[in-house]
């Protein structure tokens, strides 16, 4: 299984509102990422996780909380978005020793 | 901070017409990659260099990682409709102590058949 995948696949919420994207891969990976792109964009490194627990917050506002519950999972806990948080999120995993990463088809996320 | 920058920004080809594209940065990296990104998907990844000077193909594809660790470039040959996409590069550097990615600004290709 060389999947990432990714729930829910599109998102809307109010900047009021409390949601959660979900990770999960089954692919013995011990390192995943949180990503976020915006349209015509590369993508920007938000979080990343070594062996579930959190090693790199590039500076990230806390309405964005991340979690790994387990070695297979990866949340993203999202409240009082603001309008500019809309974008596509992708979640990645790896191996912790490499450089290839897996990415997920992403949550397109839009804050109204 | 670092960048890196591709070109060309975005092509238009014919079918089966080979395609070059660059990424090329002011700092050094250990490490290149090369992704693809269809629309509404996440980015595929399609080559990893490892050495300076490295040369790597995988089927149409061939890539190079530049001598002097600043660039690296991306061909295609016989490009086929399915090539549409956009094209990351993405490269490695050492960073406090965790290597630190940084993807380039993308070159969009379109084919025409």
């Known amino acids: ?112 | 901070g670092q960048q890196l920058n591709q070109s060309p920004q975005s092509m238009f080809i014919q079918e089966g017409e080979d395609v070059s594209m660059n990424c090329t940065s002011s700092s050094i990296f250990n490490t290149w990659l090369w992704y693809k990104q269809d629309p509404g998907e996440g980015p595929v990844l399609l080559i990893a260099l490892y050495k300076a000077g490295e040369l790597t193909s995988n089927g149409r594809l061939t890539a190079q990682f530049g001598i002097t660790r600043k660039d690296s470039f991306l061909n295609i040959s016989a490009s086929i409709p399915s090539d549409v996409g956009i094209y990351f590069c993405a490269g490695y550097s050492s960073s406090g102590g965790y290597q630190k990615v940084t993807f380039g600004t993308g070159t969009k290709l379109q084919v025409i058949p």
């Not at chain 1, 809307?12 to 990770?23: A, F, I, P, Q, R």
């Open chain 1, 1 to 112: 299984d060389t999947e990432v995948t990714q729930t829910p696949k599109h998102l809307v919420m109010g900047m009021t509102n409390k949601k959660s994207l979900k990770c999960e891969q089954h692919m013995g990976h011990r390192a995943m990422y949180w990503y976020k792109q915006k349209a015509k964009k590369p993508p920007e490194l938000m979080f990343v996780y070594s062996y579930e627990k959190l090693s790199i917050n590039e500076s990230v506002p806390s309405r964005f909380s991340p979690e790994c519950p387990n070695s297979s999972l990866l949340n993203l806990h999202l409240h009082a978005l603001q309008p500019e948080d809309s974008a596509l999120y992708l979640c990645a995993s790896s191996q912790v020793t490499s450089y290839e990463q897996y990415f997920g088809p992403g949550t397109r996320l839009t804050v109204t």
